[in-house]
């Protein structure tokens, strides 16, 4: 009995030491050399960069760094593979471990978790507002994301503007075009997917049950966010919020909106044709096209509107990335090499449309004859000239440090809200999980 | 024939069980030779795009280096961690006493901290000897492990004391004791222990993770995650890597089965 409690003392306080021995310690970040010379003459070192995708980031990545070393021949880009998971997890290590030396000069950040770990870790981050960058040359709605208290931390790379994309095969099927589509309201396109669901026995979106992405898309096209200025949760009385599950109910009661379970399945629902069309962030373009058969039978066009909401609109955005400049950079040569390719390189976003489909955030980009080519597989729309300019429409979003957690509160919400609990209780208790969790 | 219609239906039951079983596994295989649009719609034939998925695969993935790297890392990691453990587990065996059982509780606790709650210490640890993006980084935390030492310790209690003591009388070293007698009638515990070592070594996705910090080191799990990083996933080439990932622990399941599970339950021969 005696040992017994012994262990039991013991197997509480060896976890704690250990817990209390990783949160300790508060250092000051090590200040970047600044190692190069003066903006003029071409410049030589090492860029290493974190990103992900070999066939989207990563190669924008390697084609910009071909563009600068046309001026400097000298510098060299390393470019380390490193999914965003993983990348994330590395960067919480580095920081709480103020091991910042391992850093690479830039990576890139999901749009969405940048407040969070800038607000965070910001020892991780070095502040780029004042390099030769121009950030005014990006949606003020895209800026958002990465900066805080008024200082940019990063450049957006990949758009994530939200698009309606719709099979016009099924839509000719039931009598509509895209047309029918565009500029209208959430009411009418419950209506108008009811009577394609009747006549051709398919749902036209799609997506994963307990996932907030659809709300969350709703939620910011009426410029409206799951935190208020200060970053206090306003999950419960949301009055945009509330309108936007009831929208999402209706839809998923009318068969409208298929619910699956993975997001593999959600890829799979309209890659096999199960689906006629899906609104997600412009991203979702590349997974469209896996489905070779269905060239030509695809068309784009904005969201449907909240009914009835104040600053509705038919724009809205989900995903995106920007990169950052991390504290142990050579500082003087990444923001010279992200102002001269990602934030001032037309041949750049022209080069690396056709062949990976990431779409520019920078403005200049909106007169490129490139981004204006008609595409093929979506029945020869020009559909990334569309894009951009959707995106100058996308009210800013407020994610705040507590994003994902607000986030996740509302998908659990709306599992219950779907199971019959009363909207208003179930986001009473979201409100009081993310409170919580703020702690 | 009444006795063969009564195990029907226990023969019936084993064999969905073992169909539910195999399901994965084939369909794993099976869609390494499909597109990634077959493998979304569910396709259960073999396809033609084998080469074509490891075309892909080779193309955008160093796979022999990270399969070079995975196999470094887990034989290396089995044979020190069979060493070490069973030498300790023979020790708080055979050298028993009041305070080494302490001691074995103590290394007990350890096994339910969690690996994240040690994660950051150990990678300051390893930083302050300037061993981050190393591969004896990955592989020293992954040597002494409670559970093997918990495992030799429990197979060595089967050992009879009597051989001990007579090895003793004949004049055989303390050491040679172990080596000579302990080892080889323990083949089968060894065998446990290393299916159990390698399989964990080679799954090991977190701390290599954290710990390479380029990918100069990369091994197959880390790989794998990078297929399944970017907006469009291709599932042909992801289900080919997961294949030839799972390859060398299936093979070496394959040829310690027996002492496997003769290990796993404990027989002395």
Redesign the interface.
């Known amino acids: 009995m005696n040992k017994l409690r012994k262990?039991a003392a013991?197997?509480l306080v060896?976890?704690l030491s250990?817990?209390l021995?990783?949160c300790g310690g508060n250092g000051t970040a090590s200040a970047p050399a600044s190692t190069s010379a003066a903006a003029s003459g071409p410049k030589s070192g090492t860029l290493?960069v974190w990103c992900?995708?070999?066939?989207?980031n990563i190669y924008a990545m390697n084609e910009a760094a071909k563009i600068y070393q046309k001026d400097n021949p000298d510098v060299k880009i390393?470019v380390?593979?490193?999914?965003?998971?993983?990348l994330q997890?590395?960067l919480t290590?580095l920081a709480?471990?103020?091991?910042t030396k391992?850093l690479p000069d830039i990576f890139l950040m999901q749009n969405n978790a940048f407040q969070k770990n800038v607000i965070n870790y910001p020892d991780l981050f070095k502040d780029y507002s004042q390099s030769s960058v121009d950030f005014s040359q990006f949606p003020q709605g895209v800026t958002a994301y990465s900066t805080v208290d008024g200082k940019n931390y990063g450049l957006p790379f990949d758009n994530g503007t939200a698009i309606t994309a719709l099979r016009t095969d099924v839509l000719k099927e039931a009598g509509f075009t895209i047309d029918d589509f565009t500029d209208i309201t959430w009411s009418d396109f419950l209506a108008k997917g009811k009577v394609v669901k009747e006549k051709t026995g398919k749902p036209l979106l799609s997506g994963q049950a307990g996932s907030a992405d659809m709300i969350m898309m709703m939620l910011q096209s009426a410029g409206a966010s799951l935190f208020d200025a200060e970053g206090k949760p306003t999950i419960s009385n949301n009055a945009a919020l509330l309108k936007a599950i009831d929208t999402y109910q209706q839809l998923v009661k009318a068969g409208v909106f298929a619910e699956v379970n993975s997001w593999?399945e959600y890829?799979?629902s309209f890659?096999?044709s199960n689906v006629a069309g899906t609104i997600n962030g412009v991203?979702?373009m590349?997974?469209i096209q896996?489905?070779k058969d269905q060239s030509g039978k695809w068309a784009i066009t904005n969201l449907p509107k909240l009914d009835g909401v104040d600053g509705a609109t038919n724009y809205s955005a989900n995903g995106g990335s920007s990169w950052a400049i991390s504290s142990n950079a050579n500082y003087e040569l990444a923001s010279d090499f992200l102002a001269k390719t990602f934030a001032g390189s037309k041949e750049l976003y022209e080069t690396i449309l056709p062949s990976s489909g990431a779409l520019a955030n920078w403005l200049p980009m909106a007169e490129s004859s490139v981004y204006a080519a008609p595409q093929k597989f979506f029945g020869d729309q020009a559909v990334f000239k569309k894009v951009i300019e959707f995106s100058q429409q996308v009210p800013k979003n407020n994610t705040g440090a507590y994003y994902y957690e607000g986030r996740d509160a509302v998908s659990a919400a709306i599992t219950k809200i779907v199971n019959g609990t009363d909207p208003s209780a179930a986001l009473d208790e979201a409100q009081k999980a993310v409170e919580f969790a703020m702690k | 024939m009444t006795r063969a219609l009564r195990r029907a239906p226990g023969y019936l039951f084993l064999g969905v069980s073992a169909l539910l079983s195999v399901l994965p596994l084939y369909f794993m295989a099976v869609s390494a030779t499909n597109t990634s649009q077959d493998v979304l719609a569910s396709r259960m034939l073999p396809g033609g795009a084998l080469v074509e998925n490891f075309l892909a695969l080779v193309a955008s993935q160093d796979v022999a280096s990270a399969m070079w790297y995975s196999t470094l890392n887990a034989v290396v990691t089995t044979v020190l961690a069979l060493v070490v453990c069973s030498i300790a587990g023979y020790g708080f065996e055979v050298y028993h006493s009041r305070g080494k059982d302490r001691l074995m509780s103590f290394l007990l606790l350890a096994m339910m901290i969690p690996f994240a709650a040690t994660m950051i210490p150990l990678f300051q640890m390893f930083a302050s000897f300037g061993m981050v993006n190393s591969t004896a980084a990955v592989i020293l935390p992954a040597i002494a492990t409670p559970f093997l030492v918990l495992l030799f310790r429990q197979s060595a209690r089967t050992f009879p004391h009597e051989i001990l003591e007579a090895a003793r009388i004949d004049g055989l070293r303390e050491l040679n004791i172990f080596f000579r007698i302990f080892l080889p009638t323990m083949r089968s515990t060894y065998a446990a222990a290393a299916v159990i070592t390698f399989m964990t070594a080679w799954n090991n996705f977190l701390w290599p993770k954290v710990i390479l910090v380029n990918n100069t080191y990369q091994t197959m799990p880390m790989l794998i995650s990078n297929l399944r990083a970017g907006y469009v996933t291709d599932y042909g080439v992801l289900m080919l890597a997961v294949l030839l990932a799972s390859l060398p622990t299936m093979i070496l399941f394959l040829v310690l089965q027996r002492s496997f599970a003769e290990g796993i339950t404990g027989a002395i021969k």
């Open positions: 262990f013991l197997a060896v976890p250990i817990a021995a990783a290493t992900w995708d070999p066939t989207f390393n380390v593979e490193t999914p965003w998971d993983d997890t590395k290590t709480q471990s103020q091991e391992q593999d890829v799979g890659v096999n991203w979702i590349g997974s896996s489905a």
